[in-house]
């Protein structure tokens, strides 16, 4: 048995004491090096009840024999986690202590609780997507696993799971990230102290690098598709968005449909991207972006109506309902918009599949063919480094490439 670095006890809160009935609720303390918290306790009682629990009488009464059995129940359950916890924290033992679910068995740590840890955190914090995305991993781990524990977690465990990921039709990138979020939950397990830091079946394990789709539209498609006349309202709405995203420093479709009138001013507007606010280590990044002209001819054919300061520029997603009815109206929208552009790619000949997406690709590759700078593309692009624009940069066609040899021996 390890050697305890804690200690806990029983507190009778007078603060929350009822003046008639003399009743308050009982917290428990717990004590560790350097830190000292409570966390209450589903249990209520007088003082005098309390006092004779804590006492060693044998004859009490079965108010406080009953309580004495709940108290003892909630030690012993406490004394449980710490013996399980290999560097417990407030934190850790908290978010144990308070969980309902069964996270120990059998001296094996189960590795579902932390997915679901997670995506309850991101439901905290009003990320609804990444809330989709940790419970679709978690269920492809049940699917292959049922009752996972971090313990039989090893490299050969990884790559016969990466295996399985593959015959499942996955692709590599999408093999990489599921992948990625099982490494993640790992991390949060060995961070908070549920388990060894030495158990790490990642570190040897190399993961491939996810990268984006390279499909963008060049200039002279852009030409055409902007030069298109799109027949009845959905598709004048799909080609009205894609441009807005386009023009909008390849904003992503989402970021777009939150935007607020109180964002826009009369020649620019300023927006904070929904996927990196809350992840961005050196801070919220503000990306400026110059209303174009045609910008502004989008939201007087598309917008709301109402243009007060709280009310959304575009009619995708009303901010009256939840965050669940959000992310279905977006991806609602999204899948129409997207159906409509690539019939309007094909009828314009395109090889690529025309969608939002490409938006903020063909931003990122026109800025690049007309010799900005990458710092500079990254910073509209309200990227923290240049080597994730670089996911985003087409390579140079093969007609500027000539255009540039050409040029070579033009001494004039």
Known sequence: MKQKRYSLSMFWNTRSMDAKTKISSISLTVNLPRQQF???LKLFSTKADFEKALSTARILSNEARGLRNEMNEYIDKAESIFERLHEPTKESFTRMFKSE???FHSNRTDVMFFYRLKMDEALKEGRVGTNKWFQQCMRCVETYSPKVCFEEIDEKWIKVYHLYLKNRGNSDSTCSMKLRCLKIIFNVARSQGFISASLNPFKNYQLSKS??????LYPAQLKSFFEYEPIGIVESR????FFFCYLGNGMNFKDMSLLKYRN????????IREKTKLSCKSGVKEIKVHLHDYM????????????????????????KTDLMRQLSDRTRHKRVVNKKLALIGKKLGFEVHLCLNLARHSFATMLKLNGTPVSFISD?????????TEHYLKSIPDENIKEMSVQLLSFG
């Open 238 to 241: 799909a080609k009205a968005y």
């Open 211 to 216: 990268t984006k789709s390279k499909a963008v």
């Open 296 to 319: 502004k001819q989008i939201i007087a054919e598309h917008g709301n109506k109402s243009n007060k300061p709280d009310d959304y520029v575009f009619p995708i997603v009303n901010g």
């Open 264 to 271: 826009l001013s009369q020649d620019s507007f300023t927006f």
């Open 101 to 103: 679910s069964d996270l």
């Open 38 to 40: 409570r966390i209450a």
């Open 380 to 388: 509209a692009m309200g990227h923290t480094n240049s080597r994730t």
